[in-house]
């Protein structure tokens, strides 16, 4: 509209005092911006109609979109200090989640991971344009820098059961996993090392586990050469092809789990559910494979194998409400 009300003046003014096409295009904008400069000059009685047009006609379209844009820009500022808000109380309202510190590479494929696995997870990252992404997908997020104890307390560390920091630089991971520990001693920690030798730095920080994606990526590799198969069932069980079937889950027993002082023979899982118990842990040590006269103590986790269905059904008559499953 402004554009045509310019052309109309333009061609207006040319017509009708015989002006070239620039001093009627300039003498449009002196009108339309009511500037005026001095420029008065007689004009016709026609161009004194058009004068008036571009006057009432003019002002309105530049009123218009003025009013448009200061109501795009109020309304976008108002949309994000409420979306702001929302998410803050989403945010505020979760607890036994996950936090993810960097959404990098890695950072995706976990946030990915544990999405899958149902688990509420919490990304703290400092780069806009990631931000943006993940509010896009609806995944709750903290702008911040996750060295930060304010970024770790805004996602909620106080009330999180897990964190993995995953940052691309091992002295941030460090510095992530000395904060997170300071704020939450109870926090399950698991951070990413690059480096030779950052595994011990970490570990001594906080971090109660510690991967190297190049040395667990080249045994991976090579497994795959010697043991294929092997690798294909594990992949299989962990639900890394996306499709149904077999699944691994760990599950640890309370105290008033029915199953805690009994057998494994006794507790005939395979028959009354149709899951198998692949490994025990008690405390450090680790049963796999274990007998069946292995008598199960509270606090045992166990690590069984099963279609979803039939987890479902373990969990239901031995663990609803007795027992937390692990991350």
Not at 85 to 100: D, K, P
Not at 178 to 191: D, E, G, K
Request: glycine share 10%; charged share 25%; aromatic share 6%.
């Amino acid at each position: 509209m402004l554009g045509a009300i310019l052309l109309i003046g333009t061609l207006g003014y040319r017509f009708t005092e015989g002006l070239s096409l620039w001093e009627a295009f300039y003498r449009t904008v002196l009108t339309l911006t009511t500037v005026g400069y001095n420029e008065i000059s007689s004009l016709s009685r026609s161009g004194q109609v058009l004068t008036l047009f571009l006057l009432f006609a003019g002002l309105g379209v530049i009123l218009l979109v003025a009013t448009e844009i200061g109501r795009s820009v109020v309304e976008g500022e108002l949309r994000e200090a409420l979306g702001q808000v929302r998410r803050s109380r989403m945010i505020e309202s979760l607890s036994e989640h996950e936090i993810v510190c960097g959404w990098g590479r890695m950072g995706q494929a976990v946030v990915e991971e544990l999405r899958r696995a149902r688990r509420e997870v919490v990304v703290v990252e400092h780069k806009p344009e990631k931000v943006a992404r993940l509010r896009a997908a609806e995944i709750p997020v903290v702008h911040g820098d996750a060295t930060s104890e304010t970024a770790l307390r805004a996602a909620g560390i106080e009330r999180a059961r897990g964190l993995v920091s995953c940052l691309n630089d091992d002295a941030h991971n460090v510095y992530t996993v000395l904060t997170a520990r300071s704020i939450n001693p109870q926090l399950f920690i698991v951070a990413r090392a690059g480096e030779e030798g950052a595994e011990t730095r970490l570990q001594r920080a906080g971090a109660n586990r510690v991967v190297n994606p190049y040395q667990h990526g080249g045994a991976r590799l090579a497994q795959l050469v010697v043991k294929p198969t092997v690798v294909d069932f594990l992949d299989f069980s962990m639900g890394a092809g996306k499709m149904p079937g077999l699944e691994l889950e760990q599950v640890r027993l309370a105290a008033s789990s029915p199953l805690v002082g009994v057998t494994l023979s006794e507790a005939d899982l395979r028959r009354k559910c149709g899951v198998g118990v692949v490994a025990v842990q008690r405390g450090p040590t680790l049963f796999p494979n274990p007998e069946p006269n292995l008598a199960l103590h509270e606090g045992d986790v166990l690590v069984v194998l099963g279609v979803r269905d039939h987890l479902e059904e373990f969990e239901s008559m031995f663990c609803s409400g007795t027992a937390k499953k692990e991350a």
